[in-house]
């Protein structure tokens, strides 16, 4: 049950304030991920694998012994550090606060405001994207970071706690950095692009789950089926398709990255995309966190009765 409103407290901290603008830790994650690739990058696997180990083991330890000295000193600030942790590596309002300055410019008829916001998002290049194009740009990109930036942190929160979150997210933000298939990183950010594949294995499937429950169910799981086979990424396939599919939008096809139209497989059925897809696939992500959230405390609910009886 403390897990369960650690969660939504986590949840209604973000609601309120955001991510952090002064400082924010995953920040200075970046900067120490930064450092030790300058000191031990090779062109290898195993030094990919050094890094890793190197920079994420060390905080996801602190982050352990931290709470366990919170729990042995005082409960409720122990609860306090798992709300505020929890509040720290989830990022529900900064979909919204990115997605939707695309969706009022697309609304405006403002096409150059609209590529200069979606650009914030993405990383394809922006400047030749039409109306269409840059709502299902948006559009995919708070479907996929539903589950990068919010559902795969509460999982493993609920699984393992304060280190499963942060585990989750330093991993995902180092696949952010490394997890590049060129040159410098083929083989040092192998380590890094694998480790977010097996930690965001169930977390995505259980996000696609959310996403076809909470809209087109048979039409999601269509897509699912058969679309998400063809992307490129495990994980990305079975949310984006889903979400495509639960919202009854066509998204994917292909886009341009680095001056370069590369062909991507179809995602989803139905009408283009629009402003209005954006704003649904934050409700949709929204919906599902809520969701989570109530399944959480009902499981709370029937554990403390459990032990009470």
Do not use: K
């Not at 969706?103 to 609209?114: N, W, Y």
């Not at 990183?185 to 380590?191: D, P, V």
């Not at 269509?222 to 990305?236: E, F, I, K, L, Y």
């Amino acid at each position: 049950m403390t897990m369960a409103l650690a969660m939504v407290a986590a949840v209604l901290l973000d609601a309120w304030l955001g991510e952090p603008r002064r400082f924010h830790p995953l920040v200075a994650f970046g900067r120490l991920a930064n450092f030790v690739e300058s000191r031990l990058y090779r062109d290898r696997r195993s030094s990919g694998i050094a890094s890793w180990c190197a920079v994420v083991l060390p905080v996801v330890f602190a982050a352990w012994a931290f709470g366990a000295w919170l729990m042995h000193v005082a409960p409720w600030l122990w609860f306090v550090y798992q709300a505020v942790v929890l509040y720290l590596v989830i990022g529900l309002r900064s979909l919204s606060d990115h997605a939707m300055p695309v969706a009022r410019a697309l609304e405006a008829g403002d096409i150059l405001g609209a590529r200069t916001a979606v650009g914030r998002m993405v990383s394809r290049d922006t400047v030749s994207l039409d109306d269409v194009q840059v709502a299902a740009a948006a559009t995919e990109s708070v479907l996929e970071n539903g589950n990068d930036a919010v559902f795969g942190a509460l999982f493993w929160f609920a699984v393992l706690g304060v280190p499963g979150a942060v585990l989750y997210r330093l991993a995902n933000t180092l696949d952010a950095m490394w997890g590049y298939r060129n040159a410098r990183y083929e083989c040092f950010g192998w380590a890094a692009a694998r480790f977010d594949d097996v930690l965001n294995f169930l977390p995505a499937r259980l996000t696609a789950l959310s996403y076809g429950l909470l809209g087109d169910a048979a039409r999601a799981w269509r897509c699912w089926r058969v679309q998400a086979p063809q992307w490129d990424s495990p994980n990305a396939g079975p949310v984006m398709a889903a979400g495509a599919g639960a919202l009854g939008v066509c998204l994917g096809g292909a886009a341009p990255y680095d001056g370069v139209w590369e062909p991507r497989p179809a995602l989803g059925e139905g009408e283009p995309a629009d402003a209005r897809s954006i704003v649904r696939a934050l409700q949709l992500v929204r919906r599902g966190v809520m969701l989570w959230l109530a399944v959480m405390v009902v499981l709370g609910i029937v554990r403390w009765g459990a032990s009470h009886a």
